[in-house]
């Protein structure tokens, strides 16, 4: 069975600035099926990127994913207030712990 | 509009049974996986149970296999989880999420709000 390990756990950072979260998985998997999504509090996960690298329907150019192999990447490039959530990596039938970012 | 509206949640003792149902709304529902997703108070997103638009494929997570069922009647739009054997660690806000297309792993596009089951004597 795949395992999904995010990190960090949580990221501190401003408004304005670059967050980059990690995703490793515990052996090479296809990019194809790796997605990323964002909660909020008291709300259902949103799609934002879906194949690795590819943004969901209306998500801001700002985020991006990257990534191959075991390596999957996050980025937001620049904060905005709205961005301040929880993250999970997901791949088929397994998702990540989540990557909290809040403001610092 | 795309829609999913989860409902049947509720308490329940251990050992009881319980039956979630999803309605979905605004796209050909037979076309796409769906998917149960849960997620226990305070912690991550856990895959629970997945179907195909032709109920041809399902699977379930170890934690539940051989207690819920997955099911779907695309004439109704509707999806379907029945709980047996319910235990406390069951405890969670259950989703209903929609893939992207027919493939369970393709990503889920579309969620629910969510229903609670809460297991507790």
């Known amino acids: 069975e795949i395992v999904l390990t995010q990190s960090p756990g949580t990221l501190s950072l401003s408004p304005g600035e670059r967050a980059t979260l990690s995703c490793r998985a515990s052996?090479?998997?296809?990019?194809?099926?790796l997605a990323w999504y964002q909660q909020k509090p008291g709300q259902a996960p949103r799609l934002l990127i879906y194949?690795?690298?590819s943004r969901a329907t209306a998500i801001p150019d700002r985020f991006s994913g990257s990534g191959s192999g075991t390596d999957f990447t996050l980025t937001i490039s620049r904060l905005e207030p709205e961005d301040f959530a929880v993250y999970y990596c997901?791949?088929?039938?397994?998702f990540g712990g989540g990557t909290k970012v809040e403001i610092k | 509009e795309v829609q999913l509206v989860e409902s049947g949640g509720g308490l329940v003792k251990p050992g009881g049974s319980l039956r979630l149902s999803c309605a979905a709304s605004?796209?050909?529902?037979?076309?796409?996986?769906m998917n149960w997703v849960r997620q226990a108070p305070g912690k991550g997103l856990e895959w629970v149970s997945s179907?195909?638009?032709?109920?041809?494929?399902?699977y379930y997570a170890d934690s539940v296999k051989g207690r819920f069922t997955i099911s779907r009647d695309n004439a109704k739009t509707s999806l379907y989880l029945q709980m047996n054997s319910l235990r406390a660690e069951d405890t969670a806000v259950y989703y209903c999420?929609?893939?992207?297309?027919?493939?369970?792993?393709?990503?889920?596009?579309?969620w629910g709000q969510g229903t609670l089951v809460t297991v507790s004597s």
């Open positions: 999420a929609r893939a992207r297309n027919d493939y369970y792993g393709s990503g889920h596009s579309v």
């Open positions: 605004g796209f050909t529902f037979s076309s796409y996986s």
């Open positions: 179907i195909s638009g032709s109920s041809s494929y399902i």
């Open positions: 052996q090479s998997v296809s990019s194809s099926y």
């Open positions: 194949g690795a690298s």
């Open positions: 997901h791949l088929e039938s397994t």
